[in-house]
Structure formats: C-alpha cells, structure tokens
C-alpha cells in the first residue's frame, strides 16, 4: 500500500509541475487521500477531489488558486438581490454563480463556495456580517450575540484590490457617504464624500436624497440628477448604485429612487444625463480599503495556530452553540498559505463514509497544507462546491445529499486585465503626500512612451517609474488610476487601468520646531514652529521657565523678558492631539539656552566714565564762581 501511494505521489507532482504549479508542501502527519481526482481548470487554478481518512472517513474537494500572482483571476463575494424587499435571495450556489454571469457578461466564474451563515427565517434573507461587492456595501457590521456576559462575535473577510486576503472582527461601515461616479467601462472615475444626505446642500456641497417610504419633493435651480430605477438600492444603509435617467429642477421622488444635488462645479462637471453614479459608505475599522467582504462566523486557523474551542478572539469563535464547531460536520472552508494561495472547497458529511470535520479539524486540515489563516463559512446543508469543468459550470459537490439555497456565496471569477501590467506599490504614505512605484511589463512587441498617474483627477507624468505626490488629500481617501500611452508594432495606442486604487492618507504625529532668534541680556526670542501633520490640536504649549504661551500651527514669534543676566533657562513644548486612534501628546525635547551676561567693561567704563564726568561738571562750577 505505501509503495502504491508512494508511485501516486509521485503521479501527481509530476502532473503538477508540467502544469506549472507548485504542489502543496505537507507534513508527516498530513491528509493523505487515496483518491485525488485534480482538473485543471485554467488561470493555474486546480481543483481537487478526494477520498482519504483524517477524523475518520472524508470526502473533501477543493480548488487551489494564487489570486496574488495570477492577475486574470479574482475572489468576489456576489449575492441574488432582491430590489423591493432590499435583501438578498436565497438561491443554490449554482443560480448565484450564474446570476453574476448574466450581471457581468465580459467574465466566467472558475470556481465558487456558499458563504456568510444567515438566520432560518423567512422574514430575513440577508447574511449575519458585512456584505461588500466590488466597492458596494450592502450592510457593514459584524454580527455578534452574548450568552450571560460572553460574546460571540463573528468575523469578516476583506479582499483587496491586489488579491491578499485579511480578516478582522473589527468592521463597521463608515459615518460618512461617499460618491463614485464611474465612466462607461464601470471604473470608478471621480470619488467625493457628501456633505448631506437627506438635507439641504449648501455652497459648494454635495448630497444625496433616498425617495424612502414616503415620496419626496425636491426644487434646485442648479439641477437635480435623477435616478429613476437603481439596480439596487438600501435605504438603511443609504446605498444605491444606478444611472442618472434625467437632470430636472423640479422633483418628486418615487420611493427606492435616489437623487445627487450638487453646488461642486468640479462634480457637476462629471454628472450628466447617462452617467452611472454610487451612493456608499465604506468600510470602516480593520479592513478600511478592502473593496470586497463576506462574513465567516469561525476562525480554526490563526496565525498559524489552531486554537482551543470558544468565544472569539481568545478562542477559535463560532455560535453560541458550540456544538456546531466541536462535532464533525459538513464544512465550507478557505485558507491562505504565506505565499498568499488560497484553499477553498467543503468537507462532505452525515451519511456513510463521509464524515465531516470539527472546527479544530478544519484547522488542522488546512494547516497541514501549508496554510497560516483558516476561516469557517457556513457548512451542514450549505456546504456547496461548484466549477467549470470543460466549459460548463456545475455543481460538483455538496456537504449533504441536498442542495440548499444560501444567501450569498464566494465565487472565483476571470477578471479583464490591462494590456501592460504596470505593479503599481503606495509607498511612504503621509498625511499629504505619497509615492507611487510601477513596474511596467510590456511584452517584446510594445514600447511605453508615457505613464501618467490620475491621481484625484489630476495627471502627474511619472519620470523613472517614480513619482511623490505631494499634494494629496489630507488624511482622506485618494483615488489613483493610470494613463499609459505606448506604441505596438508601430501603432500609437493609450488605455487606462481598469482598476482603481484608494490610497487613505494618514494623520501623523504633530512637530514643533524651535529657532532662537535673539537673545540679549534680558530677554530671549524665538520662532516656534507647529506642523500638524494632519492631527487635529486640541492644545499646545510652549513652556519657557515657569512660562507657558499658547502655540498655534503654523509659525509662533515669542519673546520672554525680563530675565535675569547670565542665567540659564530650559524650554519645551507639548502637544496634546488626536489622530485616527485617539488623544495623544506631543513633546519637543527639553533644550537649554543662556542669557547674555552683562560685560564687566561695560560696566567700569560707565562708572569712570560718569566720575569723570561728575569732576568735569565741579571744576566747571569753581571756574565760573571765579569769574563771577
């Protein structure tokens, strides 16, 4: 028997690497299947599915993918949704996948999972946590419940824009709303926040209003730009995403309908008559910049570890009901490995021979593979794995016999790719400024002539792949997108990115600079500097002595009088700010600085200087008594 596994081993590496992949690193301990089953399924995504025994007989089948490296594909969470009640629909893994196929007809799905666990009830078909497709943020928090005084809090996965994957249970959606106008290629050309929503919009402003329960009235000289049938729209979280079906200055508005009024010249500039618009927040908290995320309730891999069972984050989380995590069940499973691959399929179980695994199971499934972060989706019933295989999607296995409607699910899909690749990296990110990297990749055929960076909307030529933008938004997202003007086999040809990148600047602590301008021998001055770096001042000092004068930023002229010759007096200054994570202080280092002395020269001339005088004023008088 080990020498039959021994020659399949074998087998299968071979079949890996003439496929130019890199087989699964695995321990001695390792699930070792006597079946494996691999398909490759293009974009160097392979799908496996096997027979083995680990916590006894399974069935597990999974798909391996490096959504980091191979730039065609990409991980997005997608949802049936449901446009008068505001919900999703439930549907199989299958209908879902092919719903984002008929939505996005330009792309295939490779591969998918169900997703985000939800309630079994009818009067509620959205998922427990966060929801966010592509930048549109359906709901943002994380669903968490407590038993006596212990919570159970689930967790969130974010994908980002290069492919990597982070989890955080620290997820919200943003107080702010924000909107994305996109140009007809569905890339997010302009971004702003509002500054209303709901409420009347003043001078250079610009706001949203949701036509809710009730209609609404709208009068704007200025124009009002109407959207009259969003492709989806939640008045609770104040989304909506359409496009502008007229421009009027008289309105009353249907419900689920959404208006944009603007007194920005610069976002009035892009609204127009046929111009698709989004009305979101964002994602706030430990995975602000994340474009996708779907919830997971269960995290079995962390770090590398596979913790004890209980309440998140001490331990590996999931329900209340603990029993759903500590006995074998079908599970819906992903993992990372450091190298940023991604394992994504189920376990099959409750029927003979195939039977399921533990939380901890999961953990030590993925982790024998290689895996550093592991994440539960919802299993039992749910657990669904589907592909496409010699170009046909199909189901390819469930957790159970049946197949069960979800909520939403987490698909592997092609992506479109730019016809050079640039790697753009965000760099030395300030409170102002940022430096943007690339490393262009054309092929033999194609020469670059010119990259520009739109960054905001303005164009910037980046000079040797590098440019510092330096007049960025202050600790505010900022969009940047790519121009690219190259020849190909002698023909003039441009094109745009087709993502978008947000770059969030950041608050950085406060800095006082301190110059001596003049000292005397009874006075000092000097010119004291505050940068705010972006953080808010609450207040500053700056401390002379027993002294203390306010400080403002920008530049302070001080003068301290009065002292005493020749003595040495210390200075300082404190800072008390707030950044992105709260109060905090500032102090510039303590420093000492000497009065002038008086000179003693000085001082004798003038003493022999006023005897002289006082002689000088006596003979003065005997001479002129004289004379008298």
Not at 39 to 61: A, C, K, P, R, W
């Given at each position: ?45 392979v799908m496996h599915e096997t027979i083995g025994t680990f916590q006894g007989s399974q069935y597990i089948n999974y798909v391996v993918f490096n959504p980091v490296t191979t730039k065609s594909i990409k991980l997005i969470p997608w949802a049936v949704l449901n446009q008068e009640t505001q919900t999703n629909i439930r549907s199989s ?102 500054s209303t929503v709901n409420s009347t919009v003043g001078s250079g402003q610009t706001g949203a209003f949701f036509g809710t329960m009730y209609t609404k009235q709208l009068n704007e000289q200025e124009g009002i730009y109407y959207v009259q049938s969003p492709s989806y729209v ?395």
């Amino acid at each position: 028997m080990q020498k039959t596994l021994k020659i399949f081993s074998i087998i299968v590496l071979s079949g890996l690497l003439l496929l130019g992949i890199t087989p699964l690193k695995v321990n001695s301990a390792s699930y070792n299947p006597t079946n494996d089953k691999t398909t490759d399924l293009g974009h160097n995504v392979v799908m496996h599915e096997t027979i083995g025994t680990f916590q006894g007989s399974q069935y597990i089948n999974y798909v391996v993918f490096n959504p980091v490296t191979t730039k065609s594909i990409k991980l997005i969470p997608w949802a049936v949704l449901n446009q008068e009640t505001q919900t999703n629909i439930r549907s199989s893994v299958l209908n879902i996948a092919k719903d984002y196929e008929a939505k996005n007809p330009g792309s295939k799905v490779i591969a998918g999972i169900n997703a985000d666990f939800f309630p079994f009830v009818q009067t509620n078909e959205n998922p427990f946590s966060a929801q966010v497709i592509d930048g549109n943020l359906h709901q943002g928090g994380v669903f968490t419940i407590n038993q006596g005084s212990t919570y159970y809090p689930a967790n969130v996965l974010g994908i980002y824009d290069d492919g990597t994957l982070k989890s955080s249970h620290n997820v919200y959606a943003s107080n702010a709303t924000f909107l994305d106008i996109f140009d007809e290629r569905g890339t997010v050309i302009y971004s702003t926040q509002l500054s209303t929503v709901n409420s009347t919009v003043g001078s250079g402003q610009t706001g949203a209003f949701f036509g809710t329960m009730y209609t609404k009235q709208l009068n704007e000289q200025e124009g009002i730009y109407y959207v009259q049938s969003p492709s989806y729209v939640r008045d609770d979280n104040k989304f909506a995403r359409g496009v502008i079906s007229s421009v009027v200055n008289q309105l009353t508005m249907a419900k689920r309908t959404v208006a944009i009024v603007t007194k920005d010249a610069k976002v009035k500039s892009y609204l127009k008559e046929g111009v698709e618009i989004r009305v979101t927040k964002r994602l706030a908290g430990e995975l602000e910049g994340a474009v996708s995320a779907i919830g997971f309730y269960g995290h079995p891999l962390q770090n590398g570890v596979v913790p004890s069972y209980g309440a998140y984050p001490n331990g590996l989380g999931g329900p209340r009901e603990q029993s759903v995590v500590t006995s074998a069940n079908p599970r819906t499973m992903l993992g990372v490995k450091e190298d940023d691959t991604v394992i994504m399929g189920i376990v099959e179980g409750r029927a003979t021979g195939k039977t399921g695994l533990t939380g901890q199971g999961v953990g030590e499934f993925l982790k024998q593979f290689g895996c550093i972060e592991g994440f539960n989706f919802d299993g039992g019933g749910s657990s669904t794995l589907v592909a496409r295989v010699n170009g046909t999607l199909k189901q390819v296995a469930t957790g159970t016999d049946g197949t069960r409607a979800v909520v939403n699910a987490l698909l592997l899909v092609e992506q479109e790719t730019d016809p050079i690749e640039l790697n753009p990296v965000i760099s030395e990110i300030k409170h102002n400024s940022f430096k943007i990297t690339v490393d262009p990749k054309p092929n033999g055929n194609q020469q670059i002539q010119k990259i520009e960076a739109v960054v905001n909307d303005e164009f910037y030529t980046i000079e040797n792949n590098t440019i510092v933008i330096e007049d960025a938004k202050v600790t505010s997202s900022n969009t940047v997108r790519f121009k690219v003007t190259y020849t190909e086999n002698g023909t003039s040809k441009s094109f745009s990115t087709l993502k978008t990148i947000t770059v969030k600047t950041v608050a950085l602590p406060p800095e006082v600079s301190v110059e001596v301008r003049e000292i005397t021998t009874s006075s000092v001055s000097f010119n004291v500097t505050l940068n705010t770096n972006g953080s808010t001042i609450i207040e500053a000092y700056f401390v002379f002595g027993d002294n203390h004068r306010v400080i403002i930023p920008g530049q302070n002229i001080l003068t301290f009088q009065n002292l005493k010759s020749g003595n040495t007096y210390k200075y300082s200054s404190i800072v008390n700010y707030n950044d992105e994570t709260g109060s905090k202080y500032y102090t510039f280092p303590e420093t000492s600085v000497q009065v002038k002395k008086a000179s003693g020269c000085g001082s004798n001339a003038m003493y022999i200087y006023s005897a002289l005088s006082t002689v000088a004023i006596a003979l003065f008088l005997v001479r002129r008594k004289k004379n008298q």
